[in-house]
């Protein structure tokens, strides 16, 4: 199992800014693909942003050219920028590590706040 540490989270304005970070117990070249998912009260947990050993990113169409995922592979680090924050995008943040044929890891999630 990889161990995955989020940090970042916290109570924002509208508008405002956060950067999550997730820290990864190996290195994230042998991770098939990292991503970012949260899960607001009530509903289902559902992916944010994804990103490959090679770098291909993707995006649900409710954060695209809003949030950037990137990938720091010296520190095993994997990266959520989210500018403009809207209040429905208050939920716990998760980091997911996919290994294919290892299995999937979780994070312990980070709770992202939008409010006035």
């Known amino acids: 199992q990889v161990q995955l540490v989020e940090s970042g989270g916290g109570l924002v304005q509208p508008g405002g800014s956060l950067r999550l970070s997730c820290a990864a117990s190996v290195s994230i070249f042998s991770i098939y693909a990292m991503g970012w998912y949260r899960q607001a009260p009530g509903k289902q947990r559902e992916l944010v942003a994804t990103?490959?050993?090679?770098?291909?990113?993707n995006y649900a169409d409710s954060v695209k050219g809003r949030f950037t995922i990137s990938s720091d592979n010296a520190k095993n680090t994997v990266y959520l920028q989210m500018n403009s924050l809207k209040p429905e995008d208050t939920a716990v943040y998760y980091c997911n590590a996919d290994r294919l044929r290892l299995g999937t890891s979780w994070g312990q999630g980070t709770q992202v706040t939008v409010s006035s």
């Open positions: 990103i490959t050993s090679d770098g291909r990113t």
